[in-house]
């Protein structure tokens, strides 16, 4: 299976397209963003799970990266409410299940070899940076040799210099609407800017991006 796989091209998916599809696991729906294979797959996704659903216990071969969208996501480590970032690396495993329901972004195989930290990080607790321009502040999350990950918050009014992605640029929308000069993405967008591609952002309303860089160089 092949879904948006050429990473030379811009791709935009906004809510209103979304095309929901059952998952092996009963009460488990995934919007599959992009995706290189099958069940075992290099995947972005947004993933659904049904209050009381569970999906079987499996090993990260590739690595797992989620962000918690909505709801309380579980597993035997913990549970993790909306704002928990998660890095699972290469070799873990876990069971995962859900009481209440929740949402997640999960990036699955895009794992470095050399990358082994695992991070379970609460955003909501976590104080943002001055940002690189006014009206902007990052919540650093992640850093390793191929990429580069954060939360950027907004606020209205808010623009930025014209600027070159080297390593690419993947960006979801979490709150409010981002924007640049090829349009507008609500809550619930997401952007894959290639390598060496460019643009201008800017936010009217103000918004909650989460953003990864460098890791579409090759």
Known sequence: MRIRSDFSQRVVVRPQDYEWVSSPASGVDRMMLDRIGDEVARATTIVRFAPNSHFDAHTHGGGEEFLVLEGVFSDETGNF??????????????????DEGCTIFVKLHQFDSADQDQKHIATHEQDFLPGSAVGLTVLPL???????VALVRWEPGTKFNRHRHWGGEEILVLEGTFQDEHGDYPKGSWLRSPHLSEH???SDEGCLIYVKTGHLAS
Do not use: K, L
């Open 142 to 148: 992640h850093q390793a040799a191929i990429e580069n």
């Open 200 to 202: 201008t952002p800017f």
């Open 81 to 98: 409410p909306a704002g928990s970032y998660v890095r699972n690396p290469i070799g873990t495993s876990h069971t995962p299940h859900t």
